[in-house]
């Protein structure tokens, strides 16, 4: 694993503390619109904080041996701040192997909120979950894991079995972004170490396929990592900057990342528009990027004094050496 992707992806993809109003049913009887209607009634309640009304319709349901009473029970006292009381609601959920309080359960491990951090815990309960219901964000975490060898030991070919379930159309049937934007970078990133000429057309083929559905699902950072194979060429086509130019201009449109602006000035610059440069790098150093910075601070008004004459604004131009920040 290449040191880019572990930083990118080393830091959990979460749907953080928020009550999950349509649980993962794994019983047939929990189809029933009836009872469908009983769980979102309660979820409703602790959303609106009618904390007492909702306890009350919990311990009947705990007394009728309603598993999933355990999950609704653990995030009513989430809402409360109770740590401990959560953890012991999901904790004896997740021994009934309730998947909804497992997978809550592997949140709470990864995160250590109200108990020691423990990835290894987190990550077999993620994947407990993942391959007793198939729920798309357990798959996401348990191949994640897999990849940047996370509460386990890194084993790629797993990784990317989980991962495709919830990246790639032709292998699983609900997709996330988070995902197809993971695999199409490992698949990126493997195909620039491969030495094997066919199979390097391969997982270039694959990564540039992947990360177009991650970027149509809105994810800047895929739209960088086009912009990147677009600018240098490096699938092996003919390096095209104007198209690399788009891909980072809708990344801009999405959240404005700093390497979309970063880059969009590099693209500038060597079309000698240097004020369009400038205004590119202005927003990257606003946001930190010390390149950026250097540029606005040193480079910018060394070209802004010839610009009235040609003759030297090329000549001078060419010491000023930025490179893209793919």
Known sequence: MLKSTKKCFSVLVLTGLSLMCSPLWATAERDD?????YWNNVANLIESKKYKEAEKILEKALRDDYEDACYY???LHVRK???????????????LEEINSMFKLAQLYALGWGVAKNEAEAFKLFKKTADRSGYPEAIFQTGRMLLV???????????????????DPRCGTEMLPQAQHLLGTYFLEEAEKCGETGRKKELFADAVRILRLAAANKVSGAWIALGGIYYNGRDGSRPDPEKAALCYLAAVAIDAPVKAHYNLGVIALQNKDYDEAFRWMQLAAAQGDPKAKHFVEKDYPKLKGVRTAP????????????????
Not at 311 to 326: D, G, L, N, Y
């Open 33 to 37: 619109p009836g009872v469908v209607a």
């Open 311 to 326: 003759e030297t604004k090329s000549s001078r131009a060419e010491k000023i050496e930025v490179t893209p920040a793919m």
């Open 81 to 95: 701040g109770e740590k401990e009381k959560a953890l012991f609601y999901f904790r004896k959920g997740a021994a």
């Open 149 to 167: 060898g996370e509460g386990t030991s890194p084993d790629r070919s797993k990784a990317v079995y989980y991962l495709k379930q919830v990246s």
């Open 73 to 75: 029970m653990g995030m």
